[in-house]
Nanobody, 127 residues
Framework: QVQLVESGGGLVQAGDSLRLSCAASGRAFSRYAMGWFRQAPGKEREFVSAISRSGDTTYDANAVKGRFTISRDNAKNTVYLQMNNLKPEDTAVYYC????????????????????WGQGTQVTVSS
């Protein structure tokens, strides 16, 4: 079992940057593909970014391409989301997820494939 704890959210202005972190418990972190999702009030949870077990392959939603970067440090059991040039429409609760994955280079995009989720961290971007 994996427990995930997100941190790094906050209130920022449009154009600012934030870095979210997601710390995972357990010793098998490198067996999990990781992803970031977000959920705004009244909306469904949506995919943001994903990274493969190896860290070699990433995939970003069109809405964040060129602004957000996902990365991971398997030695620290942590996945990050660097968010630059934030926009008011990025306001949401951000969740990280872990998906047990056989293929080292495959990022996982679909929420049903994620077995574990963190509690979320709020990101609010003012205009």
């Amino acid at each position: 079992q994996v427990q995930l704890v997100e941190s790094g959210g906050g209130l920022v202005q449009a154009g600012d940057s934030l870095r979210l972190s997601c710390a995972a418990s357990g010793r098998a972190f490198s067996r999990y593909a990781m992803g970031w999702f977000r959920q705004a009030p009244g909306k469904e949870r949506e995919f943001v970014s994903a990274i493969s077990r190896s860290g070699d392959t990433t995939y970003d939603a069109n809405a964040v391409k060129g602004r957000f970067t996902i990365s991971r440090d398997n030695a620290k059991n942590t996945v990050y989301l660097q968010m630059n040039n934030l926009k008011p429409e990025d306001t949401a609760v951000y969740y990280c997820g872990a998906s047990l994955e056989i293929i080292p280079t495959r990022p996982v995009i679909a929420p049903p494939e994620y077995a574990y989720w963190g509690q979320g961290t709020q990101v609010t971007v003012s205009s």
